[in-house]
């Protein structure tokens, strides 16, 4: 790891607890960081956008109402979070923080800006941890502070000077001197706050790497990252995505990792129930540290199966009771900004207050259950379910089953509604892949990775078929054999239709999302999604030999020009894909 000279060093008020952590340096993370009392057992994520916008909803009132549980009237009663992630990524002028496809790379301002603007929002968690401390008599109270770290585009050619020379971050070496840089100014700029005499009640304990999925090409990056982060006595977080986790992450140097659930995501047909029951297991396979809970508070797209935010706070809550979320060392929660409103919300602070009995153990089967009855109410209220399912669901015996229930009126609400628009369409083109049975070759999938190759070995029509192969690697929930069609053009009004015969000789291993088809979607040559909006997968043999998969994409609700049809696997095993079809539907 290249060692940058005249690093800073962390200011006085950290001593004791650089003391103890850089002991910890070289021994096994696992075993010895969660004792470190830089260890945070309960951490919010406290979204801060590096452009600065937003930047006035976090007032000292919101975020003390994250340092402590407060009443109805935000008088402090008790202490909430120990650990506080700041995170964030968009910039100025359309750059991002990560490496998004539709995004320009990041410049060193931009990380600048992103400094500045986190210990910003950390002086008012400062004074919400000052008024809190007085108001419940706890002279200790104080804030732990995580900041998260932007990635290394390689993109970037010209990031800016460090040491006198810009770091060309196409090259691992200046993408680690750039990692060290940001932890070395963001220690400067926190030691400059707190001589100045703010960041009293805060102490920062470590850095979160940003990028929530790690590939080959990052591994280097994140071993040095995680060398300095170290050398300065801290320790290195991260959250992987679905999909997203590796099984190597205490050999690349990560000290402290929470995996994502996230049943919320709206992806279609959306993640079921068991998704709880599958990523925990994950969870203690993998050796990792907890998961991130999303007790969610705010209306935005969700999970096709669900009404409202309301059944997604429930769903996470009663899998933390009964799959015994407490036993895990550490937890994160996404997203601090929605709790202060409902906090202050007679009609939610239900949802506020058994999140604060989940996090101080004192949540029971009867509140999770009460929790169950104030979420039904609200979906009678709101009209999304009639008097016949309102009986049935509140009449079963467990939470778990009462969130099964509330599943069904909506997907079966989804399908009669898909049903009913694509009633007046009728397929207006033929194939749009001249060779979706990939018997002359795969002409029509230029893009392709992992063990993608034609086959011999089955085939649904014709003689070949597409194999995808995945042995066992890192990450067996990430994506790492896919092969992308070439795009083809719709228009508004359209929909599309693809559909694709599958066969898997035997069930897929260590995986939830198995083979899967989608689609992404492109707007005047940018990628704008792609798998998480519209996928459709299967994980269990098909016992029958193959299987269709159909899924459909209705332009106006997803406004693109072109789209590409995506085939990819996850997990470990073979599968066989077959009679690609990918169509549009249009009024006659």
């Keep these: 790891m290249h060692k940058q000279t005249g690093c800073v060093k962390i200011g006085l008020s950290f001593l004791l607890l650089v003391a103890t952590a850089a002991s910890l340096v070289g021994q096994e993370p696992d075993s010895h960081a969660k004792d470190s009392p830089l260890w945070c057992k309960h951490t919010i994520l406290v ?68 400094i500045r603007n986190y210990l910003t929002v950390m002086e008012r968690l400062g004074d919400a941890f000052e008024e809190v401390a007085g108001a419940l008599n706890k002279p200790e109270a104080k804030g732990k502070v995580i900041l998260a770290m932007p990635h290394p585009d390689p993109r970037q050619r010209s990031f800016g000077p460090v040491n006198g020379g810009s770091l060309d971050l196409s090259n691992d070496p200046d993408r680690v001197r750039a990692m060290a840089w940001y932890i070395d100014e963001s220690i400067r700029q926190w030691q400059e706050r707190e001589k100045r005499g703010a960041l009293k009640r805060v102490a920062l304990v470590g850095f979160y790497w940003g990028h929530e999925a790690i590939g080959e090409a990052d591994v280097e990056v994140v071993k040095g990252t995680a060398a300095h982060v170290h050398e300065m006595g801290l320790l290195l977080h991260w959250i992987p995505c679905y999909g997203g986790g590796r099984k190597d992450w205490k050999e690349i140097g990560l000290d402290c990792v929470t995996q994502q659930i996230n049943y919320q995501n709206p992806q279609k047909p959306g993640r079921p129930l068991t998704i709880f029951d599958v990523i925990t297991g994950r969870v203690a396979k993998d050796g990792m ?33 009964r799959l015994k979320w407490n036993e895990f060392p550490a937890m994160t929660y996404f997203h601090g900004g929605d709790l202060p409103q409902i906090a202050a919300d007679p009609q939610t602070r239900v949802f506020y207050d058994d999140l604060y009995k989940w996090v101080k153990g004192t949540l029971t089967q009867q509140d999770v259950e009460a929790l169950a009855a104030a979420t039904l109410a609200e979906q009678k209220r709101a009209g999304v379910i009639n008097d016949e399912w309102y009986a049935k669901i ?15 009126p909506k997907l079966e609400a ?62 067996s929930e990430m994506i790492r054999a896919f092969a992308k069609s070439v795009r083809v053009p719709v228009r508004p009004g359209q929909a599309v239709r693809l ?5 898997l000789p035997q069930d897929l291993q260590e995986t939830q999302r198995g083979l899967m088809i989608g689609l992404s979607r492109f707007q005047e040559g940018k990628c704008l999604a792609t798998w998480t909006e519209c996928e459709i997968g299967r994980v269990e043999a098909t016992a029958d030999g193959w299987q269709c998969l159909t899924l459909h994409l209705f332009v106006d609700d997803k406004p693109c020009d072109e789209v590409e049809a995506i085939i990819g696997a996850c997990g470990v095993g073979a599968a ?10 249009s009024r006659p």
């Design 576 to 585: 066989y894909v077959d009679d690609v079809e990918l169509v549009t539907l």
């Design 289 to 321: 540290h907890g998961v991130e809970m999303t007790p969610m508070a705010r209306t935005t797209d969700l999970n096709p199966r669900v009404w409202s935010w309301h059944q997604v706070h429930l769903a996470n809550l009663e899998a933390a009771l």
């Design 499 to 503: 559909r694709a015969r599958v066969r």
């Design 414 to 475: 989804l399908r009669k509604a898909e049903a009913e628009r694509l009633a007046p369409l009728t397929q207006s083109s033929g194939n749009l892949l001249k060779d979706g049975s990939f018997e002359r070759g795969l002409e029509d999938w230029p893009r392709r990775s992992g063990d993608v190759a034609r086959s011999q070995e089955t085939s649904a029509d014709g003689g070949w078929s597409l194999r995808l192969s995945l042995e066992p690697g890192a990450g």
């Design 394 to 408: 509140a009449a079963a015996k467990t939470v778990l089953e009462k969130l099964q229930l509330m599943e069904e």
């Design 47 to 114: 979204y801060v956008n590096p452009s600065g916008a937003y930047l006035d909803l976090w007032t000292t009132e919101n975020l003390k109402r994250l340092a402590a549980y407060c009443d109805a009237q935000g008088r402090p009663q008790d202490l909430f979070f120990d650990g506080f992630l700041l995170i964030g990524f968009g910039c100025k002028g359309g750059r991002h923080l990560l490496p998004l496809a539709d995004r320009k790379p990041a410049l060193m301002s931009d990380w600048q800006d992103t």
